[in-house]
Structure formats: structure tokens, C-alpha cells
């Protein structure tokens, strides 16, 4: 079914066969039917609506972003076309922490920026993005406009973009506040990315914690010789 709907046997909005229906079509048991939807509906896949107008419906299939590049997720998908927001939930500083000093190669408690942001995808939200940044290589970055491309403004004002990261994808399951902020239930699995940038000079510039939703977007990486 999964098959179906990758190479577009079934369009977004489309209604699957109904549960008798895909037994007889596999040759399988009822249950197993009803495990495979499961599995579907949590990779968010397909909608399960109850009622005279019910069934099963496409939700289509995520848009598939690449980590190797430097551009950032949300820069790839704007790339595609796609309508993409971004709003500040806070933006303070505050002494780094044992794991961020760490990552950003500071002195213990030197003073960091923190920003987090919530990046929507047109109405819907993506991932929340929380980042850290050496307070003393962005001065004012707090009093600039956050809502764009962070690391176009650390090229544009620092000179500061990062020219190489490191990344870590591992699954996750969403806290009471990333649920609330993501718009998901908690049985719907997260990507968590943790990341650390550096610029073309070799000064640590960022650590991020991202939580991003598995059911808008795909992770590719792509490995050259």
C-alpha cells in the first residue's frame, strides 16, 4: 500500500480500497489489514475518517531533503516551491551549558544566544529549531529580524555563515510541548537532529537541538568518494 502510494497509484486525496476489500486484494487476515493502516496512518501517510463520507484517504508523501547540503531544510523546500514561515518562540541569552560549551568549543558558562524558532511549512508546522550561538561572534544578533534565514544574516552582517557541519539524526517521541507546538499527537515519531556548524575562519558558530516531524519531511544523505 505504501507502494501505491510512492509512485502515485493513489493521489493525495484519493480514498484506499476499504478493509474487506484489501483482505481479498492481499489474501491476508483482517488484522493484519488494520496493522499495515496503523503503521501508515503513523507515518501520517494516510487519514482514517469515521462516518457516512469515511474511509481511508492519501495524505501523500513527504518531500525528501538532503543533509549534506549547507542550505538548511527549510531553505530546500522554499526551493521546491513550498510556502515556508518562521516564528520566534524566544530568543534570550544565557551561559552555555556543560553540552553546548562543549559543542561550541567555549569556556564553561561563556555566554551563548539562544533562539528558537518554529518553522511551518505553508500552514503547517515542521520542526522547532532550537539553537545556540557564541554571543561574541554575532554581536546583536538578538535585535535583528529572526524570522529569515539565520545564516544568511551571519553571512550578511558577521561574515559568518557556516561552510561545514556535523549532524546526528536519531528518532524520538515528542515532548507535551513539542506536541502542542508541532500540532501532533504523541504517537506520531520525531526526527531529532543535533548540530554543530562551523565557519570557513574555523570558529564553532552553532549547536542546535531540532525536533522535526517525520510525517512532512524525508532525510536524504548522499555520500561521494
Same mark, same amino acid.
Given at each position: 500500500?505504501?507502494?501505491?502510494?510512492e509512485r502515485?497509484?493513489?493521489?493525495?486525496?484519493d480514498?484506499l480500497p476499504n478493509?474487506r476489500?484489501?483482505?481479498?486484494e492481499?489474501g491476508v487476515?483482517r488484522?493484519?489489514v488494520?496493522h499495515?493502516l496503523?503503521?501508515?496512518?503513523?507515518?501520517?501517510?494516510?487519514?482514517r475518517r469515521r $462516518?457516512?463520507?469515511? $474511509?481511508t484517504f492519501?495524505?501523500?508523501v513527504p518531500?525528501t531533503?538532503?543533509?549534506?547540503?549547507?542550505e538548511g531544510?527549510?531553505?530546500q523546500?522554499?526551493q521546491?516551491?513550498l510556502s515556508v514561515y #518562521?516564528?520566534?518562540?524566544?530568543a534570550?541569552? *544565557?551561559?552555555a551549558?556543560?553540552?553546548i560549551s562543549? &559543542?561550541?568549543h567555549l569556556p564553561p558558562h561563556?555566554?551563548v544566544?539562544? @533562539?528558537?524558532?518554529l518553522? &511551518?511549512?505553508?500552514?503547517?508546522?515542521?520542526?522547532i529549531?532550537n539553537?545556540?550561538y557564541?554571543?561574541d561572534?554575532?554581536? $546583536? *544578533?538578538?535585535?535583528?529580524?529572526?524570522?529569515g &534565514?539565520l545564516?544568511?544574516l551571519?553571512?550578511?552582517?558577521?561574515d559568518?555563515?557556516?561552510s561545514?557541519?556535523?549532524?546526528?539524526? #536519531?528518532?524520538g @517521541?515528542? #515532548?507535551q510541548?513539542?506536541?502542542?507546538?508541532?500540532?501532533i499527537p504523541?504517537n506520531?515519531p520525531i *526526527?531529532? @537532529?543535533?548540530?554543530v556548524?562551523? #565557519?570557513?575562519?574555523?570558529?564553532?558558530v552553532?549547536?542546535?537541538?531540532?525536533?522535526?516531524r517525520s510525517?512532512?519531511?524525508?532525510i536524504?544523505?548522499?555520500?561521494?568518494e
Amino acid at each position: 500500500m505504501r507502494t501505491w502510494i510512492e509512485r502515485g497509484d493513489y493521489a493525495p486525496g484519493d480514498k484506499l480500497p476499504n478493509e474487506r476489500q484489501l483482505v481479498e486484494e492481499f489474501g491476508v487476515a483482517r488484522m493484519t489489514v488494520r496493522h499495515a493502516l496503523d503503521i501508515l496512518q503513523m507515518e501520517a501517510l494516510i487519514d482514517r475518517r469515521r $462516518g457516512r463520507t469515511g $474511509g481511508t484517504f492519501v495524505k501523500g508523501v513527504p518531500p525528501t531533503v538532503e543533509l549534506t547540503r549547507l542550505e538548511g531544510l527549510m531553505i530546500q523546500l522554499r526551493q521546491r516551491g513550498l510556502s515556508v514561515y #518562521s516564528k520566534v518562540l524566544s530568543a534570550t541569552m *544565557m551561559e552555555a551549558t556543560v553540552r553546548i560549551s562543549q &559543542s561550541l568549543h567555549l569556556p564553561p558558562h561563556a555566554p551563548v544566544l539562544n @533562539i528558537v524558532r518554529l518553522r &511551518s511549512v505553508d500552514t503547517t508546522p515542521l520542526l522547532i529549531e532550537n539553537s545556540y550561538y557564541p554571543a561574541d561572534l554575532v554581536p $546583536g *544578533m538578538l535585535e535583528e529580524d529572526l524570522t529569515g &534565514s539565520l545564516y544568511e544574516l551571519m553571512q550578511k552582517r558577521w561574515d559568518m555563515a557556516p561552510s561545514r557541519k556535523w549532524e546526528i539524526i #536519531s528518532p524520538g @517521541i515528542p #515532548s507535551q510541548s513539542e506536541q502542542t507546538h508541532l500540532n501532533i499527537p504523541r504517537n506520531v515519531p520525531i *526526527m531529532r @537532529i543535533q548540530r554543530v556548524a562551523q #565557519s570557513k575562519d574555523g570558529s564553532y558558530v552553532e549547536y542546535s537541538d531540532d525536533a522535526v516531524r517525520s510525517d512532512i519531511a524525508k532525510i536524504k544523505v548522499v555520500t561521494e568518494e
